[in-house]
């Protein structure tokens, strides 16, 4: 082999091994949200929570007073459709026009609407977050086995500003049961096959090259030079 070449596959080699974690993450990224922007979009949005009264305003006399009678007609009129669904992303925090316009969406979505209903009609509420669920509270709403302070991490109170983070108090399997449930299951076959494919064929990689370095190892060894 050429002397070029060969110093070129050798620094391959030593990039490889050396950035194998990273290249490991960046594919299942990449399969998972070929457009970054997404992610980065969805983060910015659960984070500050964008309610906007204005974009519900044609359907407030379909909505009663009541928060608890509000929160029911919301689930009534947004179907649940996981994100996978709706934008081929495991996770995805919309806008409001894009949950109005699908006409569904998962919890997110829901809470997002449901949210700005309250605002339009100047009730008070506190959006929560948990590693499995996001939801709205407001006086009078009633906690349930998903809806409570012990599994939340994240509460935004939009009147105040006040944000607070807290350790969630949720069981190991329920949380990988849900992931599964919400992540895997609905995954699209052909992106299960290009994320698994993509992972078998690194880590092959991955093994071929420890073989060959420690082949040439041996080789060296044996000719009595110092490696």
């Known amino acids: 082999m050429p002397d070029g070449l060969e110093k070129s596959e050798n620094v391959f080699r030593r990039a490889f091994r050396r950035y194998f974690p990273l290249i490991f993450v960046l594919w299942i990224f990449f399969v998972l949200y070929p457009n970054p922007l997404n992610l980065i979009n969805s983060i910015h949005r659960a984070l500050n929570f964008d309610a906007d009264p204005g974009a519900v305003e044609f359907m407030l006399n379909d909505f009663p007073s009541d ?8 689930l009534a009129g947004i179907p649940y459709h996981r994100d996978w669904e709706l934008y081929s992303m495991p996770w995805y925090c919309p806008s409001i026009e894009e949950v109005l316009e699908r006409e569904g969406g998962d919890c997110k979505a829901r809470a997002l609407v449901l949210a700005s209903v309250l605002e339009a009609k100047n009730i008070p509420y506190q959006v929560h977050s948990s590693p ?19 599994v939340e991490f994240y509460q935004y109170d939009p009147e105040t500003g006040e ?3 807290q350790i969630p108090d949720i069981g190991l399997s329920r949380l990988m049961n849900s992931w599964r449930r919400q992540l895997w299951t609905p995954m ?6 290009l994320l698994i494919g993509g992972i078998l064929a690194l880590i092959v990689a991955r093994v ?7 082949a040439r190892y041996d080789t060296f060894t044996e000719k009595g030079v110092s490696v």
């Open 208 to 214: 071929i090259l420890r073989k060959k370095k420690a």
């Open 132 to 150: 499995m669920h996001t939801w709205v509270g407001y006086e009078g709403k009633q906690e349930t086995s998903s809806e409570n302070t012990q």
């Open 188 to 193: 699209p076959t052909d992106r299960r096959v």
């Open 163 to 165: 944000r607070r983070f």
């Open 67 to 74: 928060p608890v009678d509000i929160e029911k007609a919301v």
